[in-house]
């Protein structure tokens, strides 16, 4: 069955850097998705991407992130500056079709330690 | 305001027994619903949707059921596997201006006794 995979599986950057992590949605999938999850807390969107662009945000997502997808099979997404707060699993998604009615596949996520 | 919320962080059975796990909502205009299971270390993981246009599906040993009357949703498993132990949420897509943003309540870890 295809999966939504992720790398690198856990990532740990110094305050102030720039982390990227990466995630090759299923292929045939048109919608993507970033989510973060803080230890022992929900789930929270933070942002979903259609044709190459953002179709809807959370205000967690501020100007310190941002997502891409720089070729036909991956999307990122970038945090510029890292502060302590963004230690959490992000986990990349994909649907085959626009949120309504379709459910969304998850990678397993990469850690975020922010030292 | 609007949520999506559990009504008990944890829930444990013994195994073959079967397990029913509750969410309410409170956004009236959601009306796709989303089960999810997260085993450790692992990202969520689909189960079973429903549709407000009904209020019971069944899939494999799970069934859902919605009441949008009192904004309630459930989870049955049925005959509860050891394997069947992770943390389950309930997701909404909650409308925003034309588009769709997936809400996650808290999660019940479900923990089933050999």
């Known amino acids: 069955e295809p999966e939504v995979t992720q790398t690198p599986s856990h990532q740990v950057t110094q305050m102030g850097q720039e982390v990227i992590l990466r995630c090759v949605p299923i292929?045939?999938?048109?919608?993507f998705y970033w989510y973060r999850q803080i230890l022992g807390q929900k789930v929270e969107f933070l942002v979903s991407?259609?044709?190459?662009?953002?179709?809807?945000k959370s205000e967690i997502f501020d100007d310190q992130f941002s997502v891409e997808r720089p070729d036909g099979s991956n999307f990122t997404l970038k945090i510029r500056s890292t502060k302590l707060e963004d230690s959490a699993m992000y986990f990349c998604?994909?649907?085959?079709?626009?949120?309504?009615?379709?459910?969304?596949?998850f990678g397993d996520g990469t850690r975020l330690s922010i030292l | 305001g609007e949520s999506v919320g559990l009504h008990l962080p944890t829930l444990s059975v013994q195994e073959g027994d079967n397990s029913i796990i509750n969410c309410a909502y409170s956004?009236?205009?959601?009306?796709?619903f989303i089960w999810y299971k997260q085993e450790s270390g692992k990202g969520p993981q689909f189960i079973i949707d429903?549709?407000?246009?009904?209020d019971k599906r069944q899939g494999q040993r799970v069934t859902v059921l919605l009441n949008k009357t009192v904004k309630h949703l459930s989870l049955q498993i049925a005959a509860t596997q050891p394997g069947d132990s992770a943390v389950y949420f309930c997701?909404?897509?909650?409308?925003?201006?034309?588009?769709?943003?997936?809400?996650f309540g808290r999660g019940t870890s479900l923990i089933v006794h050999p």
């Open positions: 429903i549709r407000s246009n009904m």
């Open positions: 956004n009236s205009a959601s009306d796709y």
């Open positions: 991407f259609y044709n190459n662009e953002i179709s809807e």
């Open positions: 292929s045939n999938h048109l919608y």
């Open positions: 998604a994909s649907s085959g079709g626009r949120g309504q009615n379709q459910p969304q596949h």
């Open positions: 997701a909404e897509n909650r409308p925003s201006g034309g588009s769709y943003i997936p809400t």
